[in-house]
């Protein structure tokens, strides 16, 4: 399955939208999924408030479903955990879908959150999933190319990012 270049650059957009946001909350505090969605070349950022965590990435999954019979690509971002060996680290996952793509994929972003005693820091490239399989370092950079480039896009992160590694 290939993945249009646009698609990429919509989901390091979302991608450098989620960690901005998520990056100076107060200790504790979760990222609101959001999502971008492009129409004709015009982007929509919505975010999905509700009493629990769960009900907002429902609430934005059914919104990307809708999402795709009327719009050109989409970028839903959420806060997630990934286990690595034994020990659970936060992500920043972001789902990504373009048309022409017979389904969506995904990043995963490490990331270790604010806390007392530490600030935001993003852990390493994000890995990139295609039908359920990561990919190998070397099958994910080209495409990750195009995701940086995507953050590069997003004003107030572009001077951020590296930083935050």
């Given at each position: 399955?290939?993945?249009?270049?646009?698609?990429?650059?919509?989901?390091?957009?979302?991608?450098?939208?989620?960690?901005?946001?998520?990056?100076?909350?107060?200790?504790?505090?979760?990222?609101?999924?959001?999502?971008?969605?492009?129409?004709?070349?015009?982007?929509?950022?919505i975010r999905f408030e509700a009493n629990s965590q769960e009900e907002a990435i429902t609430r934005g999954k059914r919104a990307?479903?809708?999402?795709?019979?009327?719009?050109?690509?989409?970028?839903?971002?959420?806060?997630?955990?990934?286990?690595?060996?034994?020990?659970?680290?936060?992500?920043?996952?972001?789902?990504?879908?373009?048309?022409?793509?017979?389904?969506?994929?995904?990043?995963?972003?490490?990331?270790?959150?604010?806390?007392?005693?530490?600030?935001?820091?993003?852990?390493?490239?994000?890995?990139?999933?295609?039908?359920?399989?990561?990919?190998?370092?070397?099958?994910?950079?080209?495409?990750?190319?195009?995701?940086?480039?995507?953050?590069?896009?997003?004003?107030?992160?572009?001077?951020?990012?590296?930083?935050?590694?």
């Amino acid at each position: 399955m290939g993945i249009p270049i646009e698609a990429l650059i919509l989901a390091g957009f979302a991608l450098a939208h989620a960690s901005w946001s998520i990056s100076d909350v107060e200790p504790g505090e979760l990222l609101i999924p959001l999502a971008v969605i492009e129409t004709q070349g015009q982007r929509q950022l919505i975010r999905f408030e509700a009493n629990s965590q769960e009900e907002a990435i429902t609430r934005g999954k059914r919104a990307m479903t809708d999402a795709q019979e009327t719009s050109d690509a989409w970028a839903f971002a959420r806060e997630g955990l990934m286990t690595i060996g034994s020990k659970r680290e936060d992500v920043l996952v972001v789902e990504f879908w373009a048309r022409g793509m017979s389904q969506s994929a995904v990043l995963d972003q490490r990331f270790r959150p604010v806390d007392s005693s530490h600030s935001f820091l993003l852990i390493g490239d994000p890995e990139v999933a295609l039908a359920g399989q990561v990919l190998d370092s070397a099958s994910a950079r080209p495409l990750l190319d195009n995701v940086f480039e995507g953050v590069r896009s997003h004003s107030k992160v572009a001077p951020l990012w590296d930083g935050w590694h």
